[in-house]
């Protein structure tokens, strides 16, 4: 029997929207969202698409009317009341009322800014300008808009059963790898796929996937529509854009110098437990940590997002250690690059040695590698980043310098502030 | 949006059953139901299941009360009006009518026939007396309902994303299968796999991924029901049970000699073209292409059922050859225990000297080989043949020793009559 209304309903659509809700969106964008609208309410800040992977010829590839009819359709998106009860009634990491009132009522009437997109040289420049409390919250549905219309792009000359079997050796080849982590014990492991998704349907069979494979293993999403969808706890604590833009905003090189540990401040104030998480690479790993302030060795753990993994985590471990604090208590959660080979390579060196978990991203949601022809599904390196707050243009140095963003000035300048010396490099491959 | 009604509906079936249909039947079984229905009404038969791979215990396997509610369910059937118009008004081959309105109208007022059932050393005794030509429709839907049970038995263990990577995974093997076979030039092939099929829904898809991985290379299926749903031609001619049973009734060894030509004798008279294939192995291939008269000459083709088949079809074309036939103008059909290796390699060798055709059977509709723990839902060789025929055992000796059937002393008288002396043993896999 069809359901004539489903399928009546389901032609009706003019597109296919790729983000239906506002909290399609990950958790710590929600959380740095908070903090930014009490902190920094009047920072300017442009958010700016940026494609590492100079031969995917995104503008070829994508129709911009496709895209701007996706883009659209997000700036028609508002809070729904059951979203809005699940943010103000959940529990986060065992703390009631993560989101306060006043925040929720801006959140219940907010609809995204505007975006502006141009064509140049096969790319898109595609950006978004305003309030960064606002603006922030488009990065994360862009990406995920991008990516989804890429793949469509590619999938498009496929017929029903080729479709079918793609989809199948993308499930057989996800689930081959849960059954190798499934093995892994004391495994904790988290989706921070939302990004560079294949799409959202694969992410949310994905992440039920990982329920049924992985059991406790599987600690939570970072997708917030799909924490909720699935009954699973959202993931995640804050991200660069907050040192970035605080930087970007400081008025003298100490100050710049103050301002990644400044915004960590505000961070404790507001947050405590699993949310007091560092992410230290922004400047340069090791210069962070020296320069530290006493109570952010108290925090509960790190995040390693670029530069070698197990130095990373090794450099952790030693700080906590001159600090007197007991490494075997701290959390390191591993983010950057993962799949199932580094991922318990990592977990055989530091199981037992501190509490670690996984950030998991686009090698779990997007693993077509090798399913179609030329590989045309091959997941790739897009970013959307502030790169720019109240006229100042931001900057990334992070520990590999093929992930360093900004003018080139300005890079000098930082690496002679935070006393960044020579850095090695590392493909960047997601 | 849920249908609710169908929601309900599904939930209201006291079983899950596995045939449907009356016509989720062979079609070659229809054309030898009418055959014997014009020519040997009153011949009484027994079909029984013979499961050849003692191994698989099926009586452990398969509930006795699921089995009879299957069985029980096959006799409640009827030929719908849909059914009936199907086979009453296609084009077969391009004749039209080929079921006679006799036939017809019989067919439209028949239930199958009850079944005896007991349980002895682990397998299940399971058998059909009465009317040739009606316990004769039982042999398929007996197969496909007994391989289905076991597989729901190894797959009622398992959870919900387990099953979908396991059906990904068939998909994903047998679709490289057709990738394979797309490249095969002037390739003729279709689906034999009803009997041992993994289950309906399976064949279905087996046959729809053929349809659009194949194209014109896939000819049609032999499953009535799937045609008649798909748009496809059905497929089939005959099988051993019609010289099997018309030997058995012979009365003299002489009478028994020409057995095997006198059935043919008949189906010339009722069916040409595509219809006229000997099936030449039931008591040896060689012995039976010597002693044929020289009108089976002048059929289309051949059907290689046991044995070596490239041996089978050489002999095939040196007999056309000697008979005066131009054997490129011949159609040899192979249906034995065939995967993509055994086709590819059977069409460079015969392709341009016979017009040549592949009847796919379990390897297509039923590869889980490796696929689950233990290899459980590995395929078997289970039969349900016709053992007597008014009373007197029926004799199958192939051209394979390990496919023979029947009591000792009739295999030595068979093969006495039919001058088959020594033969090569070869493995029965499915």
Redesign the interface.
């Known amino acids: 029997?069809?359901?004539i209304?489903?399928r009546v309903?389901n032609h009706k659509w003019k597109i296919d929207p790729i983000v239906r809700s506002l909290i399609d969106n990950d958790f710590y964008k929600l959380l740095m969202c908070q903090s930014i609208y009490r902190n920094r309410p009047d920072a300017t800040v442009t958010f700016s698409l940026i494609n590492r992977s100079k031969d995917i010829r995104l503008a070829n590839l994508i129709d911009e009317g496709e895209l701007r009819e996706q883009l659209d359709h997000i700036r028609s998106l508002s809070l729904s009341r059951g979203e809005g009860t699940f943010l103000r009634g959940n529990t986060f990491y065992g703390k009631r009322q993560m989101f306060r009132h006043d925040f929720m009522e801006w959140f219940e009437n907010l609809r995204l800014p505007d975006y502006h997109l141009e064509k140049r040289d096969g790319q898109y420049e595609l950006t978004f300008e305003g309030k960064w409390h606002e603006v922030m919250l488009w990065e994360i549905p862009a990406l995920a808009v991008l990516m989804e219309l890429r793949g469509r792009a590619v999938l498009d000359d496929m017929?029903?059963?080729?479709l079918?079997?793609l989809?199948?050796?993308a499930?057989?080849k996800l689930?081959e790898k849960i059954e190798r982590l499934r093995d892994v014990p004391n495994l904790r492991i988290a989706d921070f796929g939302t990004r560079r998704r294949h799409s959202y349907l694969w992410q949310d069979w994905c992440v039920?996937?990982m329920v049924?494979?992985l059991g406790d293993k599987f600690v939570g999403t970072s997708n917030c529509l799909i924490a909720m969808k699935r009954d699973l706890e959202a993931i995640g604590t804050n991200a660069h854009e907050l040192p970035m833009v605080f930087s970007a905003l400081a008025e003298s090189d100490d100050e710049l110098r103050q301002a990644p540990y400044k915004v960590l401040a505000d961070w404790h104030e507001e947050h405590e437990g699993n949310l007091r998480i560092i992410l230290p690479d922004t400047y340069g790993t090791k210069g962070f940590l020296r320069g530290a302030p006493d109570w952010l060795a108290g925090w509960t753990g790190v995040r390693i997002d670029s530069g070698d993994p197990a130095t990373g985590a090794e450099n952790a471990i030693q700080w906590w250690k001159e600090r007197g604090e007991d490494p075997t208590q701290k959390l390191i959660i591993f983010s950057d690059g993962l799949d199932v080979d580094k991922i318990t390579e990592l977990h055989s060196q530091f199981d037992g040695r501190a509490k670690i978990s996984f950030g998991w991203g686009t090698l779990l949601t997007n693993d077509f590698r090798g399913l179609t022809k030329d590989n045309a599904l091959e997941p790739f390196s897009l970013v959307c980043k502030a790169v720019k707050a109240n006229g100042t243009p931001t900057v990334k140095l992070s520990d590999n310098p093929n992930k360093a963003m900004g003018p080139q000035d300005q890079i000098d300048r930082y690496k002679r502030v935070f006393g960044v010396g020579q850095q090695d490099k590392m493909d960047v491959i997601v």
């Open positions: 029997m069809v359901d209304a489903t309903w017929r029903k059963f080729e079918q079997v989809y199948a050796r499930m057989t689930w039920q996937a049924e494979g």
